[in-house]
Structures are given as C-alpha cells and as structure tokens.
C-alpha cells in the first residue's frame, strides 16, 4: 500500500481553512466516489486552521450524534435487479436549528458548512446525483475529502473522551487517513481486530507501509483506551461520510439525493446460505438519521412482500409503523436511535406467466400415467398372462408420441423463456424445476413405447406406468403445496394491506430474521 505525500493535518486543514473554495471547486459535478480518487483540496490559508479544523469536526460530530437537525427523510427502494438497487432520498434540513449549531461551534454562518446527509457503506456506487431545492445540482465532497473528515472524526472521539489528547503525530494522522480511505478488504478488517491497541498499530502500519516511531505509539495507546475511538475507526473503515455544502440560508432546505449501487442479499450474508428464497432483506443505512423517517421498498415487477419488518442488530427496543401494499411495502419511525438497521419480509411472486400451465401440466402427466396403468389392468385378466392396452399402444408411435410426449412438449419453451424481471425469475427457479421435472415420467414413458415390443417383455410396461404416476403425482403433490404457500401468502396481503401496523421489537441479541410464527 502506499500513503499520499501530504500529512492528514495539513489536508484536512487546507481544505477547512480555505472558505471551503476547494470543495466547491473540485465536487461541482455530483459523481460519486471513485477508486484510486486522491485529489487534494487547494493550499492552506489563514492562521486559525487548526482551531477552525476543531471547531468544524466538533459541528460534523454533533450532526452524526445528534440528527433532530433533519426534520424528514424520506427514502424510496427499487430494486432494479438482482443486483441493482436505486435508492431515491428526500432530505428536509431545518437550516435554522444548523446555524445554530453552528454558532454554538464557532463557525461563521454567512459561509456554508459542510453537512452529513449520509452515511454510505463502501462498496461499488454507480451512480450518485443531488439535488436542491429547485432541482440544481448540490456540491458534493470527493472521495479525499470524506475520508479526512471521518478521520478528523475519530481523532475527535478521542480528544472528547480525554481532552488531554493532543493532535496526532503525524505517522498516526496517515494511519487514519488510510484507514477511512481505503476499501476494506480481509487483511484490513483482520488488522482492526482484536483488543490489543498495540498490536492493532502494527497490523495497520504494516498493512499500509507506514512508519511508525515508538514516540508516536503513546498517543495511539492513550486513544485506544477511549471505546468510542476504536469503534468510531471501525465504523469508518466500512463507512463513508456522504458530505454536501450547505448554503445557511433560510428556514429549511429540501436535498434529494440518488444512488445507484450493487444490490446484495444482506439475509445470506448475515444468516449463511440456509436462508429460503423468499427471505428478503434489505439495508437501512440512514434509518434514525432523522427525527422522522419515511421508508418505502418498491416490490419487483410480478411480485409482492408479506410479513415485513424492520431490524436493528443492536440490542434495544425499536418502535414504528409498517404499512403493505401489492406493489411496495412502508415504514414510519420517530425518534429513533441511528444504528444498523435492516428490512425484513417475504419475497412472493404473483401468481401468473406459466405458473397455472405448469400445475395443470404436472396434473395431466401424473393423470395419463396412473390411467395408462388401470388401463393396462383393466385389458387383461393377469398382467404376467395377457397383453393389454400399453402393449397394443405401443404398437401405434404415432398415437403414443401424441398422448404422452409432443402435447406436454410444446410447453417447454413457454416454461424456460417466460419473460419476466430477473428477481422474479430467481423466486420461480423451483417452480420451473417442478414444472420441467414433471415431464421427465412422461418422456420415460414415451420413449418405453417407442421401443421395438419384440425387445420387451409384456409385464415391463405397467410396472413402469404404475412407478413413473406415482413419481408424477409426487411431483403434482409438490407444485400444488408451492401453489397453497402462494395463494395463501397472497390473502394474507389482502387482509393486512389497507391497515397499517404499529410494532414495537425488543431486540435482546444481534439478529437479522425476526420469528414470523
């Protein structure tokens, strides 16, 4: 790993002390952070940046810590694809009680600060807008920028916990610096590991090819015995701080930002892969960064939610409001803690496309093999002794391949390339291997009557037809309990959407699949 020539203190400091002209200059177009995005803010100026830097991370701090300066958000869900999530935010920011904060921090409210509108897990962004009021573009922070800031914050942390904590050496300053900026991978999440302070300093300074002196180790261990700074440096190394300029101008401004990112399934990544498909869940980063909270997920295409709700993994009670729609499910929080919160429910896919085709075809199959079987013992008084119906039917291919095979057949292509969104697709990969499946005793059958009968002995076709219906209708039996879990899922829905539910979950352990039963 390399480090960027510049201490973190002077970064940070050129970029706070310059009348923030070097954000507005550099973020003017709204992109999202990139890899590999190192620009820096514009040389240093003034005399009080290292005051200002304190004031303006102390403002930052008090924002994260205390979020009743966002009035509303409001954050609707679409799931674009299997992994593709658009999230679309409308933030409504007193700017009234943000000057305030300001004053009461030291900062100059004729000049815009720079607020946290959001905290962004770090990963694959493709896209990142917003937008004001009327719709112009909002100046955003870089990638450098966040990641000296979220630096600043932890350094911050620690100075409020022990005010006898000076600024950091310098080694240390780039330490945390890379620690914000970089993307963790295995060997950074296993270097922040762990208790020891000490050995933590090690891992970094290895990881990262920083020096770092015996000196410089007594303000890292003196911070490390603050809690809040080893969890504050752990949050940030998975978290960006989402930064935009803020004109103090009025009594309140609406921000709407959207974001494009790679959707991942949180339920396999938290419970394992033993998860059923319709589990869903969905990560609510923001949730609790408001004194109210508006959050809609917008269901697929041919699908719909039940049983949804929202899950804090931090010990603790967690009270809202949760409304389901056909189309998309709600919540409503007020006052709640900001913490690692998560959207729960089932999955369905509607009924339609070749689902009613499959069940009647897995039924007909199952029907045609069970009679050709009574059929054949119906025709003869003995199996061993009489040839009966299977045996003269297989004496005429062309009626056996009508019956049995070409008529289920023609299915095949409806089944396998029914268009339709790729998440539904997903819910009805069982439904579709049923539906397949249930043509195999058919084509056996067939195929068994195509045979020459000189090369068959007369009792082989009914005990094929008797074993390959009882396959058919285990398989029938299959696709019809598929259909009673969905058609039963659906009423469910029918009765709980025009109500909306308040909940109150007490959360005793970290968990993300809350009991339905």
């Known amino acids: 790993m390399t480090t960027s020539s510049r201490p973190l203190r002077q970064r940070a400091k050129s970029w706070l002390s310059a009348s923030l002209t070097a954000l507005t200059s550099s973020s003017s177009s709204s992109a999202p952070p990139r890899e590999g995005d190192h620009a820096r803010p514009a040389p240093e100026r003034g005399s009080d940046s290292d005051g200002f830097a304190r004031r303006q991370r102390r403002f930052i701090r008090d924002l994260l810590e205390d979020p009743?300066?966002?009035?509303?958000?409001?954050?609707?869900v679409t799931i674009l694809s299997t992994s593709l999530r658009e999230r679309r935010v409308s933030v409504d920011i007193d700017v009234t009680e943000v000057s305030r904060r300001a004053r009461e921090c030291g900062l100059d409210v004729e000049q815009p600060v720079c607020v946290p509108v959001s905290l962004l897990p770090k990963g694959l962004i493709f896209d990142f807008d917003a937008r004001g009021n009327g719709g112009e573009p909002v100046s955003l922070a870089n990638r450098a920028v966040d990641s000296e800031v979220a630096a600043l914050l932890v350094v911050e942390s620690?100075?409020?916990?022990?005010?006898?904590?000076?600024?950091p050496p310098t080694s240390i300053g780039e330490i945390l610096f890379m620690v914000t900026h970089s993307f963790p991978d295995e060997d950074l999440i296993k270097g922040l590991g762990g208790a020891d302070g000490t050995r933590v300093l090690e891992n970094?300074?290895?990881?990262?090819?920083?020096?770092?002196?015996a000196s410089d180790q007594s303000w890292w261990l003196q911070a490390w015995q603050q809690p809040q700074f080893s969890r504050d440096l752990r949050h940030f190394a998975d978290h960006f701080v989402s930064l935009v300029l803020l004109d103090l101008q009025g009594s309140s401004q609406i921000l709407k930002l959207r974001r494009l990112e790679q959707g991942s399934d949180s339920s396999r990544v938290l419970a394992g892969d033993q998860v059923d498909p319709s589990d869903?869940?969905?990560?609510?980063?923001?949730?609790?960064?408001?004194a109210s909270d508006h959050l809609r997920v917008v269901a697929p295409p041919g699908t719909f939610f039940t049983d949804a709700w929202l899950v804090r993994l931090t010990p603790g009670v967690l009270t809202y409001s949760e409304r389901t729609a056909l189309d998309r499910l709600a919540f409503y929080t007020h006052g709640v803690e900001p913490g690692a919160h998560f959207v729960y429910a089932k999955l369905w896919p509607q009924r339609g496309g070749f689902m009613r085709p499959a069940k009647y075809l897995s039924g007909y199959g199952a029907a045609v093999l069970i009679l050709g079987a009574l059929a054949e013992w119906w025709s003869s008084e003995r199996w061993d002794h009489t040839r009966g119906f299977l045996w003269q039917l297989s004496g005429v291919s062309?009626?056996?391949?009508?019956?049995?095979?070409?008529?289920p057949t023609i299915l095949v292509?409806?089944?396998?390339?029914?268009?339709?969104?790729?998440?539904?697709s997903r819910l009805l990969a069982r439904w579709r291997a049923l539906a397949l499946l249930s043509l195999?005793?058919?084509?056996?059958?067939?195929?068994?009557l195509l045979i020459d009968r000189e090369n068959l002995l007369y009792w082989t076709l009914g005990v094929e037809w008797v074993a390959l219906g009882l396959i058919a209708l285990i398989i029938h039996a299959a696709i019809q309990i598929q259909d009673f879990r969905l058609r039963r899922a659906y009423r469910s829905l029918e009765r709980a959407s025009p109500r909306t539910r308040d909940t109150s979950v007490t959360t005793s352990a970290p968990r993300l699949l809350p009991s339905t039963d």
């Open 68 to 76: 009743d300066w966002v009035i509303r958000r409001v954050e609707t």
């Open 158 to 167: 620690a100075v409020h916990a022990d005010p006898s904590l000076d600024e």
């Open 204 to 213: 970094l300074s290895d990881y990262f090819g920083i020096p770092v002196d």
């Open 280 to 290: 869903f869940s969905l990560a609510a980063y923001d949730v609790g960064r408001a």
């Open 398 to 407: 062309d009626a056996a391949a009508t019956l049995a095979l070409t008529l």
């Open 413 to 424: 292509a409806y089944i396998v390339r029914d268009g339709e969104h790729d998440v539904r």
């Open 440 to 448: 195999v005793p058919l084509w056996c059958a067939t195929i068994t």
